[in-house]
């Protein structure tokens, strides 16, 4: 009876152990089966350290394909100071190489990480540098590959494209706007160390980084440096305090071109103030339009069949009174007697109080709001500010006289080409945009796209054509003479806005502006220019911006493709312009004919005979004095 109890504990111990074994083996298969790969990821987890590989940031286009904002690639300094066995050695010949302090570096390679970035010194190397590094061989020392943020352009158009830190983080402009979509993913080199840093006999692990999303602009980087140019030749000769330009396409809204001056660099952004980089003038700068404002007070004029501008007469005696106040004109004496094209091709002052007290304030001031005064374009630029507007329950008649000129209010460069674009191209208020799409960088697959946005309808197409005319008209025969271009229909506004400090007005300090478009009665491009406080020439914007505005739009002839018109309303020249003739064909013409034609040109003869060959050849509009070459053959 006992051996057989301890036969059946030794079966059941026997028994035990096998199911145990069981169990073990079970447990094995599963591990090595089903969880292998779940506890081999732990374990790599545990022996890999990474080697960050920055992704290249986004490339910034204009709208045919000219980078603005690209990618350099550099080299940068990562450290892992388990793996540097002589900590002193690698410190002093880092140090000696970089020109930094020793003992900055020392604590570099002596810290208690797993990796060491060398920040500032050891970022963004160049070349030279990382190859004397490189050469030294030492353990722990690792060069990297970063992508560091380049402008081509430098100082053009950077208020708008704004910059990056040292990290490529984006701080300013679009470049902060649009961070979370230009900024890419980092990639990585695996490697695999113990819990002391040693290597382990492993394969390395290539990640790689993803870039970032490309962006295109509606920039046009021709007109773009046209209008720098155009402004840092205005800067050399007026010496202003400020000078800034905008130009839009009035049938879309999208900007062709934007600056300000002063500029920046945005690769040495540290080198400037925080206003001098921040203030995109023709978005943030608020100021007294002064007679470019009169567009609105015109356009609703003749909406609402208040004024006859050809059939209506006015007197103009200099000044007018209004609740109390004497308002002027800018001409002393006035103009005298005039039709209502002529108030608007003289600018005056009084004319236009005259057509804003028939119009009413609740009239005028809501033909302002929804010109969109008063309020934020909603343009992707960053500082917008919204102007400021009268309130119409605090006014009297003297606020709508004067906001009739353009006086007492104050807008924004960018309210006023988007108002005078609806102005002429058939009234539609348009929301500006200047991206024009977001694309993955591999397939250019569009994640964001902008399109034409309509605002709402301000004006009939009948008034818009109208405004058109009028302002053909300034040009060719008023105060916006001087951005008139021979063969082309070119329209404008001038502005001269005395400036106002502590609520009273700075006596000889004036902000000068034109906008101006063309073709005049087929609107493909609209420019404004302000120049703020030129010195050393009379403060009018006939005579300092409207010139400015006249060479972009001449420059814009060729990059738009706009052709040269015969239908344009003549220009009535002054004793101190210019007079433009056509020059006639005289080819196969005896020279004494051909000397009768060219009456008005200086001739330069080559050859005898008649004539085989001329230049400028015929139909070319030129100034009167200028030379014509003939050429005579036998």
Known sequence: MFFKRIHMRMKIVLICIILGFIVIIGRVFYIQVFSYSKLNNY????????????????????????????????????????????????ATSLANILNVDYEDMLGHVSKKTSIERVHPEGRRLNNEIADKIADLKLPGVYLVK????????????????????????????????????????YGAIKY??????????????????????????????????????????????????????????????????????????????????????????PVWMTYEPGSTFKIITLAASLEENLVDLENESFFDSGAVSVGGATLHC?????????????????????????????LGKDKLFSYIDDFGFGNKTGIELSGESSGIIFDTDKISDLEVATTAFGQGVAVTAIQQITAVSAAINGGILYKPYIVKSINEPTTNQ???ENKPTVVRKVISESTSEKVRYALESVVARGTGHNAYIPGYRVGGKTGTAQKAENGS?????????????????????????????????????????????????????????????????????NYIDKVYYDVPNVVNLELKDAMKELKPF???????????????????????????RIYLSE
């Open 330 to 358: 800018w001409k002393h004496g006035g103009h005298g007697q005039e039709t209502f094209l002529e108030v608007v091709e003289n600018s005056c002052n009084t004319g236009f109080v005259s057509l804003g007290l028939r």
């Open 505 to 573: 007005y700075l006596s000889g300090n004036y902000i000068t502006s034109f906008i101006g478009f063309m073709p005049a009665d087929d609107p493909q491009i609209v420019i404004y220019v302000a120049i703020d406080n030129a010195k050393g020439i009379t403060q009018y914007g006939g005579t300092v911006a409207a010139p400015i505005a006249k060479q972009f739009l001449t420059d814009a002839i060729n990059v738009l493709g706009i052709e040269q018109r015969e239908d344009e309303i003549p220009k009535e020249y």
């Open 43 to 90: 374990a790599t987890s545990l022996w890999s350290r990474n080697l960050p590989l920055e992704a290249n940031r986004g490339i910034i286009y204009d709208s045919n394909g000219t980078v603005l904002a690209g990618n350099i690639t550099t080299i940068s300094l990562v450290l892992i100071p388990n793996q540097i066995k002589d900590k002193e050695k690698t």
């Open 192 to 281: 695999f160390s113990d819990a002391k840093g040693k290597s382990l006999d492993m394969a390395q692990v290539y990640e790689q980084p993803q870039d970032g999303m490309n962006m295109t602009l509606t920039i046009n980087y021709e007109l773009q440096e046209i209008l720098e140019r155009e402004l840092d030749n205005a800067t050399s000769m007026y010496s202003p305090d400020q000078a800034f330009g905008i130009a839009m396409n009035p049938n879309t809204g999208e900007i062709l071109a934007i600056a300000s001056r002063p500029t920046f660099s945005p690769s040495n952004y540290q080198n400037y103030t925080t206003e001098e980089i921040n203030r995109n003038l």
């Open 146 to 185: 970063e992508a560091k943020r380049n402008y081509p352009y430098d100082t053009s158009l950077a208020h708008t494209l704004g910059f990056v830190g040292i990290d490529n983080q984006g701080l300013s402009g679009l470049e902060l706007t649009y961070d979370k979509y230009l900024t890419g993913s």
């Open 446 to 448: 569009v994640v964001v």
């Open 602 to 628: 200086k001739v330069e003869v080559v050859g005898n005979g008649t004539i085989a060959y001329q230049s400028p050849k015929a139909g070319t509009k030129i100034a009167e004095g200028e030379t014509v």
